[in-house]
């Protein structure tokens, strides 16, 4: 799925959940997670698996661990963030 469409998604959730303004920075500044887009090449390709192909996440396991940690801490959204991201990620997994 494409970042534009993980920050859009993550920034109507906010909306919806009425996030404060810094609840909101860290539900949608989770789609950082992206950044391991930038040691694949091509860096974007719909068709490429991204739990399969880029590192963070390929390691979406102890990821989701920590983000899971995350939530019973004052980052609760960060957490949150992250595994909504990864929920985007694997619903759009190509068949």
């Known amino acids: ?3 534009l469409v993980h920050i859009g998604l993550s920034l109507l959730v906010a909306f919806f959940l009425g996030l ?3 609840d909101m920075y860290y539900f ?3 789609n950082i997670i992206d950044i391991d887009h930038l040691l ?3 860096v974007y390709d719909p068709t490429r698996n991204s739990f399969e192909s ?3 996440h390929h390691n979406w396991l102890p990821v989701s661990f920590v983000s899971v940690l995350l939530t019973l801490t ?3 959204w960060f ?3 992250i595994l ?3 929920f985007l990620d694997w619903i759009s997994l190509p068949i």
């Open 20 to 22: 404060s303004q810094r």
């Open 40 to 42: 694949s090449d091509p």
């Open 84 to 86: 909504f991201h990864f």
């Open 74 to 76: 004052k980052y609760k």
């Open 28 to 30: 949608v500044g989770a």
């Open 1 to 3: 799925m494409d970042i």
């Open 79 to 81: 957490g949150l963030g």
């Open 54 to 56: 880029h590192i963070i």
